[in-house]
């Protein structure tokens, strides 16, 4: 099975800055690759699908890339309500795994 | 509106079974696929089971396969999961999930979920 590895599992920034968070599959997985939001408390949230389509509704300072086995969801300039754990899925094929998750805080 | 209502989650000792339900409303539901996802206490996300639109085909987590049971009925737009043998590991919460139009396999609505808590 595909091994999904996130990279770093906690990161501290303060508002305004750009954040990375990177998503690692074991072998390529061409461009299936979504990336979720979840906030404390809540329910995950579809950011991101196909690498890099942002869904709607979701603010354009996330943005992904990437492709194969090396992928990146970006902030572009954190806000207070972006404290959540991102957590990126394959699914290009089952199982459909997930990555251990981000969880991102504000400095 | 997409509208996804889990429902079954109980405090269940080491062995026993439960079913859990998946209430869905607003969107054509033999259309889509569906999945169960859990998520143990302070964990991460854990994908458990998908089912195919016309119920056919289902596909489970290595760590489920053979205890877990996925079924729908698509006249009541539900979806179930039948739970066997229960462990301490299997405690969480159960996310029932859509399946998107673009991919059957990309899930893009959750419900609230349903908590199991296996425990003697």
């Known amino acids: 099975d595909i091994l999904m590895t996130q990279s770093p599992s906690s990161l501290s920034a303060s508002v305004g800055d750009r954040v990375t968070i990177t998503c690692r599959a074991s072998q390529g997985i061409s461009n299936s690759l979504a990336w979720f939001q979840q906030k404390p408390g809540k329910v995950p949230n579809l950011l991101i699908s196909?690498?890099?389509t942002l869904q709607s509704g979701v603010p354009s300072r996330f943005s992904g890339s990437g492709s194969g086995t090396e992928f990146t969801l970006t902030i572009s300039s954190l806000q207070p309500e972006d404290v959540a754990i991102y957590y990126c899925?394959?699914?290009?094929?089952?199982?459909?795994?997930f990555g251990g998750g981000t969880k991102v805080e504000i400095k | 509106e997409v509208h996804l209502v889990e429902s079954g989650g109980a405090v269940v000792q080491p062995g026993g079974s439960l079913r859990l339900s998946c209430a869905a409303s607003g969107f054509t539901f033999d259309d889509y696929s569906m999945h169960w996802v859990r998520q143990a206490p302070g964990k991460g996300l854990e994908w458990v089971s998908l089912?195919?639109?016309?119920?056919?085909?289902?596909y489970y987590a290595d760590s489920v396969k053979g205890r877990f049971i996925s079924s729908r009925d698509n006249i009541d737009n539900s979806l179930f999961l039948r739970i066997n043998s229960l462990r301490p590991e299997d405690t969480g919460l159960y996310y029932c999930a859509k399946g998107s139009s673009t991919s059957t396999w990309l899930i893009d609505h959750w419900g609230q979920g349903t908590l199991v808590t296996v425990s003697s």
């Open positions: 089912m195919i639109g016309d119920g056919s085909t289902a």
């Open positions: 899925q394959k699914y290009n094929s089952v199982p459909l795994t």
């Open positions: 196909g690498a890099s």
